[in-house]
């Protein structure tokens, strides 16, 4: 089959007759926890952690995945190795996984009476867009603290990775009415530092990474890989309150997401961070990063762009 495949409800099916009913719950009600794992070479980085994330996710909303996790493991990696299979072997690929509360039977109407009572099940992938970080990745990308505060731990905990992600959008209409190439950094209602709509955030003070603290933030699979390549590079690194204040005085800032991995923040609010170019301390980690994944990952995101760019203008490709 030259059609890559879903995963939907422990089947695989052709990915164009993967759909959702329009009554599940995850589309009526956003009520849906989910993983993205990014692949390295082909294989899946550092699925083990992810997985791990999604069982915490799962038994805090009390959805019974309804397959046992060793099989699901194995049912997401096959369904990798069949996409990746259909794709060039420079392309990498990224994996979604998420879990819905299943079909909601007061929006079902007459076929109410036939909806699941068990949650959606359901995985895909899609080639990584290489040229959406390219220019981030080499000059840094913006950040703009929008009115939208983050949701307090008060009201469901950060911890949990999930889709109801109204005030992420509303946060990244607010930034880009400011600067159409930045994105929101959102503070909580104290005025703290938290996270992106995408990415955990950092800042780099006299040679220390520093980060919000897990209170208010989801603990991203990315920033645990930058606190293991720290240790291993002796950067010191550590979790506290800081404010936009301490952004603008910051040496450094960048942002880790599992698409990208790194990318460093140059400017908030319009004013310029360190030298407004991406710093040592950045540098130094992403290389550990390359290093331990095997693949330049800055030189990886460059020539994938490059390489789409020159397709969508019809140029022949090397």
């Known amino acids: 089959m030259t059609e890559p495949l879903a995963y939907l409800n422990h089947e695989f099916i052709p990915y164009s007759q993967a759909h959702l009913k329009v009554y599940d719950a995850g589309v009526v009600l956003g009520a849906t926890v989910t993983e993205m794992v990014r692949t390295f070479n082909q294989q899946l980085f550092r699925l083990d952690a992810h997985l791990d994330r999604l069982e915490r996710s799962l038994r805090y909303v009390r959805f019974d995945l309804g397959v046992d996790r060793a099989k699901f493991q194995e049912q997401l990696e096959e369904l990798v190795k069949h996409n990746a299979s259909l794709l060039e072997p420079a392309d990498e690929l990224g994996l979604i996984a998420f879990v819905t509360a299943g079909e909601y039977r007061t929006y079902a109407g007459s076929s109410g009476a036939a909806a699941q009572a068990t949650p959606t099940v359901c995985a895909h992938t899609f080639s990584l867009p290489c040229e959406l970080w390219a220019a981030g990745m080499q000059n840094g990308t913006h950040v703009v603290t929008p009115a939208i505060r983050h949701v307090p731990p008060q009201c469901y905990d950060p911890k949990m990775k999930y889709r109801s992600r109204m005030h992420y ?18 503070l909580d209602l104290d005025g703290n530092v938290t996270e992106t709509s995408g990415a955990n955030f ?4 006299k040679g220390q990474v520093v980060s919000p603290p897990l209170r208010n933030i989801l603990p991203g699979i990315s920033r645990q890989t930058i606190i293991d390549l720290s240790a291993d590079l002796q950067i010191p690194f550590t979790e506290r309150d800081f404010q936009v204040y301490n952004v603008i005085n910051a040496d450094e800032a960048f942002v880790c997401s599992t698409p990208y991995c790194m990318m460093p923040v140059t400017q908030i609010n319009g004013v310029p961070i360190g030298d407004g170019k991406p710093g040592p301390v950045f540098q130094s980690i992403l290389q550990g990063w390359s290093k331990h994944v095997e693949l330049d990952i800055p030189a990886h995101i460059e020539q994938q762009a490059s390489r789409r760019r020159a397709q969508a203008q019809g140029a022949p490709v090397a």
């Open 169 to 186: 959008y509303l946060a990244e209409q607010e930034a880009r009415q400011v600067d159409p190439a930045a994105i929101p950094l959102l």
């Open 202 to 205: 950092l800042i780099v003070e």
